[in-house]
């Protein structure tokens, strides 16, 4: 049994490689990779995408154009699923073959990131801008050529110290509830997306 659900999997997988136009949203969780790295605060991109797709029941197993994806049908809407396995500071080099492989407009693109200039556990949802500072953004937007696509931003707050130490640390025990309770909204923003749009999840959620 369990080997048919996979074969049924990976048959669905292949058959939206072929047919791309069944593709409405890209969801790119950024992070860097490695297990060292999983429970950062600059990885809670990756976080909120291990979520989404555990409550909707999304395998991610395959390896292509430098990310970790699943495909699968979320609010009766195909969505891709995708956790970049470059660092951080080179995600467009994934983002952009990820957007080219699938040939999705740059509004069906939604990217997932932490924010050091968000209190912690603060969502914010845009439908384009600039990067703020966030390299990774800088990376997408560098390598699209664009910056017209809707991002989530998840606010880990600002450290007194050394910001490099501080994204690439694990939230502490105080921390982690709030980071659980903002990735379950991310969820529900996501959600919001599919089925309403992203004007309406700005207005509900930010």
């Known amino acids: 049994m369990l080997r048919q659900k996979r074969s049924i999997q990976a048959s669905g997988f292949a058959l939206a490689l072929r047919n791309k136009?069944?593709?409405?949203?890209?969801?790119?969780?950024?992070?860097?990779?490695?297990?060292?790295?999983?429970?950062?605060?600059?990885?809670?991109?990756?976080?909120?995408?291990?979520?989404?797709?555990?409550?909707?029941?999304?395998?991610?197993?395959?390896?292509?154009?430098?990310?970790?994806?699943?495909?699968?049908?979320?609010a009766e809407k195909r969505v891709v699923l995708a956790k970049t396995r470059?660092?951080?500071?080179?995600?467009?080099?994934?983002?952009?073959?990820?957007?080219?492989?699938?040939?999705?407009?740059?509004?069906?693109?939604?990217?997932?990131?932490?924010?050091?200039?968000l209190p912690l556990g603060k969502v914010r949802i845009r439908q384009s801008g600039g990067s703020a500072g966030h390299k990774g953004m800088k990376s997408i937007i560098d390598s699209l050529g664009s910056q017209d696509f809707p991002r989530i931003r998840v606010g880990i707050g600002r450290p007194d110290g050394d910001e490099i130490?501080?994204?690439?640390?694990d939230f502490t025990a105080a921390e982690r509830e709030v980071v659980r309770e903002a990735v379950a909204k991310v969820d529900d923003a996501l959600h919001c997306i599919l089925t309403e749009g992203i004007v309406a999840a700005m207005n509900r959620y930010n």
């Open 86 to 117: 470059t660092y951080m500071n080179l995600s467009g080099q994934a983002v952009s073959r990820l957007v080219r492989h699938f040939n999705v407009p740059l509004e069906d693109l939604v990217v997932i990131c932490d924010d050091l200039d």
């Open 21 to 74: 136009t069944v593709l409405m949203k890209l969801i790119v969780g950024l992070g860097n990779p490695g297990r060292v790295y999983v429970n950062n605060r600059h990885n809670v991109g990756i976080r909120c995408i291990d979520y989404f797709a555990r409550v909707h029941g999304i395998p991610i197993r395959e390896r292509r154009a430098r990310a970790r994806l699943g495909i699968g049908e979320v």
């Open 165 to 169: 130490s501080y994204v690439l640390s």
